[in-house]
């Protein structure tokens, strides 16, 4: 608490129970929620916080990079707490995002800037497949299938 209090007060950021709210739950969680999901988690505990206050948090977190902002297409954005950049794998089936991790990405970076002239400050890195959940339901959907014929 008392860090996260530090954290804003570096960044110049009120600290206000929405954006704490916000912010909090975010790093309880690996699941790359969207604003959608973080409104409908935190309405119990605070229900006069609107869907608009949840977008004004995230949005003023994002700005301040303690939070990360991730496009999966389709302006489909989902919100990580975790900053650092690392690849993302989402599924096509259920739109579940996960990390990739222990593979190492940073070394792309240095890479690409043999093929540009850019300054590579960044990358941010999307796969796309099917959730071990959705592969399971289309492997069971396609037996049925058969079975019907
Ligand atoms: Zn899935
Ligand atoms: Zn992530």
């Not at 599924?91 to 792309?108: M, T, Y």
């Not at 492997?139 to 058969?146: A, G, H, K, M, P």
């Amino acid at each position: 608490m008392d860090t996260l209090s530090n954290i804003f007060r570096e960044k110049k950021l009120k600290l206000t129970p929405q954006r704490i709210a916000v912010y909090k739950y975010l790093q309880s969680t690996v699941e790359h929620p969207s604003a959608e999901t973080i409104y409908k988690a935190l309405h119990p505990q605070y229900p006069t916080m609107s869907l608009a206050t949840v977008y004004k948090a995230l949005k003023t977190l994002v700005e301040v990079n303690l939070v990360q902002e991730i496009n999966v297409g389709e302006g489909n954005f989902r919100y990580d707490g975790n900053v650092c950049p690392h690849p993302h794998i989402q599924c096509l089936g259920c739109g579940r995002v996960d990390d990739i991790e222990g593979v190492c990405f940073s070394g792309l970076n240095e890479k690409v800037k043999d093929y540009t002239n850019y300054e590579v400050l960044t990358n941010q890195v999307y796969f796309y497949g099917l959730c071990t959940c959705c592969k399971d339901n289309t492997n069971l959907s396609t037996e049925s299938s058969i079975e019907d014929k």
